[in-house]
């Protein structure tokens, strides 16, 4: 299974669901790439790390790819790593 229908599934069975991200600005495309060892989602996103875009994109990235309603960062907003909440 992809990344992206391991976090659908879980979101269906738990909402909201809370994952931490770590955020890659500045790439070619906007993708999960890895869930590193501590359970933590490595994402790249192709805006860069400025005026809050990279934020921005990624928070639409994950609700276009979950069809989630919300996504909203609770905490982490100017590090790069994240904690999300998912709503659908």
Known sequence: MDYIGQLKHQLA???PLYIRVKVVPKSPKNEIVEVMADDTYKIRVAAPATDGKANAELLRFLKKS???TEAIIVSGKTDRTKLI???R
Request: no cysteine.
């Open 13 to 15: 069975k738990k909402f």
């Open 66 to 68: 979950l069809g989630a």
């Open 85 to 87: 909440k998912i709503s």
